[in-house]
């Protein structure tokens, strides 16, 4: 692991115990080997990728409730593995479509000991889909079925989809300022609420939507 790497995490999250920040450490080491040579993050700046996507994903952290998540389209596991260190005894269920992810997922659970994961082979958006956790989380969720429709049309899509699982009672969605932008009636139809989450490395900032669905969970 480099000195740089290292440095950026004790400066990023100067707050954290040793517990959390070794494990940011190994994750984001692995992380950044398997980009090197699947491309599975959005940049190859790692101060960039700290800063800005592990970072934000820490901070959701701090809006989350209930005591298991879904990440769906976790990708290379941001939020998911982040909320996973956190939250050691919660459960959070990594799933995503491709098996270049789950090979990833799968490697980084074992290494980094995160026996609160359960990593899923799945596409979302290719029903039946049933999650069994009270609480969802996703960023930036992208597929061809949902890619060219506009925001507000995506975020129903994905919300709807969501309330079926009947076990599910909230939703968390780290994403941009277009969620500020939704219409009346969708704040309504899915109650929802929104958080700025202040970036002090950056201008812009990123939003946490929360929508609660009336489901009741399952005893």
């Known amino acids: 692991m480099s000195l740089s790497l290292v440095k950026i995490i004790e400066d990023v999250f100067v707050k954290e115990d040793v517990r959390v920040k070794k494990l940011f450490s190994k994750y984001l080491d692995l992380l950044f080997k ?19 996507e592990i970072y934000d994903s820490y901070q959701l952290n701090n809006y989350l409730t209930g005591n298991s998540y879904s990440d769906i ?36 659970k ?7 994961i359960e990593v899923i082979h799945k596409d979302v958006l290719k029903l039946p889909l049933r999650l069994n956790t009270d609480t969802v989380i996703l960023k930036n969720f992208s597929n061809k079925i949902i890619s060219k429709m506009n925001f507000e049309n995506k975020f129903i899509y994905l919300m709807r989809l ?19 932008e ?12 929104t958080y700025v989450i202040q970036s002090p490395f950056f201008e ?16």
């Open 34 to 52: 398997w980009h090197d040579i699947n491309n599975i993050v959005s940049s190859s700046d790692k101060d960039y990728v700290i800063r800005r």
């Open 73 to 108: 389209g976790t990708g290379g596991g941001i939020p998911g593995v982040i909320i996973s260190i956190l939250n050691p005894d919660k459960k959070v269920i990594l799933i995503d479509r491709k098996s270049t992810f789950i090979d990833f997922l799968m490697l980084a």
């Open 110 to 116: 074992a290494d980094l000991g995160l026996n609160n």
């Open 162 to 180: 969501i309330k079926q699982s009947k076990q599910v009672s909230k939703a968390y969605m780290l994403t941009g300022s277009p969620v500020l």
């Open 182 to 193: 939704l219409s009346e009636e969708c704040f309504r139809e899915f109650n929802v609420s």
């Open 204 to 219: 812009t900032n990123r939003i946490v939507a929360e929508v609660k669905f009336e489901n009741t969970i399952d005893s």
